[in-house]
């Protein structure tokens, strides 16, 4: 049982992050205000780790098994609609995923570790940077301190809005799907609006590829060919009403639970583009961003989470389905055993990334307890 001191200190830390909020690649006080609170409350021996992230370890001298878990640190460019005192200070930015609940649940399990020391082997939390972009955990991976570093077990969390609070979500094999974005620019030549046959306009090419991913998308999650592809972005030429465009560009974010049916797919619409571009004599230039591998939870490290809600006394949910959105904690787990866990955030709870979303405090000691006994059945 967690005593209302330690609680009330959390939760205050929460707050001060939620009201500090900072995007991918740029959580420099963010960082420094999880170093210092480390310095502060804990034993751990503290190294950063890629620009932005912090790594917190504890050793026992003992072997035993060496086990991470990772919370998530970054905002999102997102106005907050909230007029709480804790809403965010940063005009455009805030905290919509969560990511600063993930972080104080690091913060107050580091506190915990401190006082009860393992008994073997090693535990390491990774406070991540670069979550919401698809580039931190592929940073973490190719840092230098962290390709010395042993792993046994990966584990993490998110909290997840719709579920009752304090209910774990659990799933074997895909948690998450296969997320990434494609950009398509054509370039072709501007005209006069009266002669748009002197020039090369991309609109029905653009026309072409949103019917396309109309056409290829199977929005079913019951289905393993699930695909989705959805159009987030489309611009084409300038409010110049006698010019005919020249140039457009359009994206998209596919997502599939299959790495063989996003590979396919992704194959089929860059050969469409390919032929749509050329049909109407445009340049066509493709890049992809923000890809999220699917996070494979690997059917021990799920037992390990039963486990712990069971002996926390935490309803256990099973999702029958993977979470449709991407989590770049996936590149762990190809490389870990591991797995991710929900956390219910509350039936009423406004959606991730919805401008009046809150991280719930309730769930911190949830979240806490969850890892702390997941370390010690490991230990």
């Known amino acids: 049982m967690l005593d209302t001191n330690f609680i009330a200190n959390i939760t205050a830390t ?39 992230g912090v790594l917190a370890t504890f050793s026992a001298v003992a072997d035993g098994p060496a086990v991470m878990i990772r919370g998530d640190i970054d905002a999102l460019p997102i106005i907050e609609t909230n007029d709480f005192k804790h809403r965010s200070i940063k005009e455009g930015v805030s905290h919509k ?48 301190v962290f390709k010395n ?36 620019k054509l370039n072709g030549k501007t005209s006069h609006a009266a002669e748009p046959e002197k020039g090369m306009n991309p609109s029905l090419a653009i026309a072409e590829l949103l019917q396309y991913a109309h056409k290829i998308t199977l929005n079913d999650v019951a289905s393993k060919d699930f695909f989705l592809a959805t159009p987030v972005h489309v611009t084409m030429g300038e409010l110049a009403y006698g010019v005919s465009a020249g140039y457009g560009e359009v994206h998209f974010t596919i997502r599939s639970w299959s790495a063989t049916i996003m590979g396919a797919k992704t194959q089929e619409l860059v050969a469409f583009i390919h032929k749509v571009s050329k049909s109407h004599q445009l340049k ?4 992809w961003t923000q890809v999220f591998t699917a996070t494979m939870n690997h059917a021990s490290a799920v037992k390990s989470i039963k486990n712990a809600a069971k002996y926390n006394g935490y309803v256990v949910s099973q999702r029958k389905y993977p979470f449709k959105w991407g989590e770049d904690f996936g590149l762990f787990t190809q490389q870990f055993k591991g797995a991710m ?37 490991l230990n």
Not at 40 to 52: D, F, L, M, R
Not at 157 to 173: A, D, F, R, T
């Open 14 to 52: 929460r707050k001060a992050l939620h009201a500090h909020p900072e995007v991918s690649g740029e959580e420099v006080h963010t960082q420094k205000g999880i170093i210092r609170f480390l310095k502060n409350e804990t034993n751990s021996v503290i190294e950063k780790i890629t620009k932005t």
């Open 97 to 144: 995923c969560g990511h600063d609940g993930h972080t104080a649940i690091l913060l107050g399990l580091a506190i915990l570790l401190s006082k009860q020391p393992i008994s073997k082997g090693k535990v390491m939390l990774l406070f991540q940077p670069s979550e919401e972009n698809g580039m931190g955990a592929k940073a973490v991976l190719n840092d230098v």
């Open 149 to 184: 570093l042993k792993i046994d077990y990966a584990f993490a969390l998110h909290n997840l809005p719709g579920y009752p609070l304090h209910e774990i979500v659990v799933k074997e094999n895909e948690f998450t799907g296969n997320v990434k974005s494609i950009i398509i």
């Open 284 to 287: 066509s230039a493709i890049t």
């Open 341 to 377: 866990f929900g956390l219910g955030a509350g039936e009423e709870t406004p959606a991730l990334h919805n401008p009046d979303y809150d991280f719930p405090d309730e769930v911190l000691p949830t979240g806490i307890n969850m890892f702390l006994e997941i370390i010690k059945s």
